[in-house]
């Protein structure tokens, strides 16, 4: 005998739901170090801002190249803020979960890392609006490729 739809998939309206793109997906020590380093810099940027991203990468990185990796981490940032389709979620600084809008921006950097501009754009355009793909693909492979020459894929650093 048919079953009533809703009835085969009941809920639990008593248990808190994570919000849309927080929860989590994985753990941050999974990921690649430039990909698991974009996330921890993308977390110190909504606790601290732009200085403090910059005063991070600096022992990596000259300071010039540090101040502009974290520029492009500030235009990024903010483009999402913008041009979202929703608000970016994110966890706690120190929290050990990736949540899965983090895991989206992690990827994102990570093509750009490697110049891959097609994939960047793919995957940002399932964040943002479309006309603001390709600025994401750029800003993500200047901070991707800013990682990568500070040598962050070759050791694990905080």
Do not use: K, N, Q
């Not at 389709?85 to 994110?90: F, K």
């Amino acid at each position: 005998m048919p079953r009533d739809f809703p009835h085969d998939f009941p809920t639990d309206e008593s248990r808190p739901r994570a919000p849309a793109g927080g929860a989590p997906v994985g753990r941050i020590e999974d990921l690649d170090p430039i990909e698991a380093r974009a996330v921890r810099l993308l977390r110190l940027w909504c606790d601290a801002g732009v200085d403090a991203v910059a005063a991070r990468l600096v022992p990596d990185l000259d300071p010039g190249p540090a101040r502009a990796a974290a520029r492009a981490l500030d235009a990024l940032a903010r483009l999402c803020g913008t041009a979202g389709r929703r608000p970016l979620m994110r966890h706690a600084t120190e929290c050990a979960c990736l949540g899965a809008d983090e895991a989206w921006f992690a990827r994102l950097i990570g093509h750009g890392a490697v110049a891959d501009r097609e994939e960047a754009m793919m995957i940002a355009m399932a964040f943002l609006r479309a006309e603001a793909a390709a600025e994401a693909a750029h800003l993500a492979e200047a901070l991707g490729l800013g990682l990568r020459r500070a040598g962050i894929s070759r050791r694990r650093l905080h």
